[in-house]
């Protein structure tokens, strides 16, 4: 395979979704962040990020090639995205999630009424299900989850739909007058997204990823982020 700059694998992502991936100190951190690195100690290169970048603008970017190599960014793998790109096998599964204040009255069925406003981060699985299962209310889509929250928090939206191992994480670290009150089991997979001229990488990841899994690295990152092997 080739890369864009030879000795790296150069990585996509929004940037915006801890505990998966999320800026500190002007340094990308998180679940997926040590990942990658990880998988580069594997391949042998090293592992560059690019700026943070609007996550309906991800898989673009890999599709048109020359600018990143891969992006990982709590990636759903859908029928539709294949369509553009090619995926690694899936490194974790999760569900959707429902979020509102704690003192809300709102549940599933109230929400979908033409006075709510409900909040997604825009082009994600997230933003789909409100379109598809809250046809009444209004989708707000933005661009970054903490915002999201925040709007949820002072009353700007009536709700969040999110992927649950974010809500989970931002709940028990910023957002604790937030809650969950509904799990959507959507049964999603995330890949890494890779060109489809770039089958050998593809190949070289799933490799990689394999011997994370059997070596322990991945329960180990697992266990760091998400307190448990999820």
Do not use: H
């Amino acid at each position: 395979y080739t890369l864009v700059t030879a000795g790296k694998i150069t990585v996509a992502s929004d940037l915006a979704n801890p505990p998966f991936d999320f800026v500190e100190n002007n340094e990308p951190k998180g679940f997926e962040v040590d990942l990658m690195k990880k998988i580069a100690e594997k391949l042998g290169l090293e592992c560059e990020y690019l700026p943070a970048m609007k996550f309906d603008s991800i898989i673009p970017l890999v599709k048109q090639g020359g600018k990143a190599d891969v992006a990982i960014a709590a990636i759903t793998i859908t029928d539709e995205r294949l369509e553009s790109v090619d995926f690694t096998n899936a490194y974790l599964d999760s569900n959707q999630a429902i979020v509102v204040k704690k003192d809300s009255a709102d549940t599933a069925d109230t929400l979908n009424d033409a006075s709510k406003q409900v909040v997604c981060q825009s082009g994600t699985t997230g933003n789909e299900w409100i379109t598809e299962n809250l046809p009444k209310a209004t989708c707000v889509p933005v661009d970054d989850v903490t915002a999201a929250l925040t709007g949820v928090q002072t009353g700007l939206y009536a709700a969040m739909v999110v992927d649950l191992p974010v809500a989970s994480y931002m709940l028990t670290q910023s957002f604790s007058d937030l809650q969950v009150i509904k799990e959507i089991p959507t049964g999603e997979q995330y890949g890494i997204a890779v060109s489809k001229d770039q089958p050998a990488l593809t190949e070289a990841l799933n490799k990689a990823l394999a011997d994370l899994d059997s070596d322990g690295t991945m329960k180990d990152i697992k266990t760091k982020w998400f307190g448990s092997e999820i």
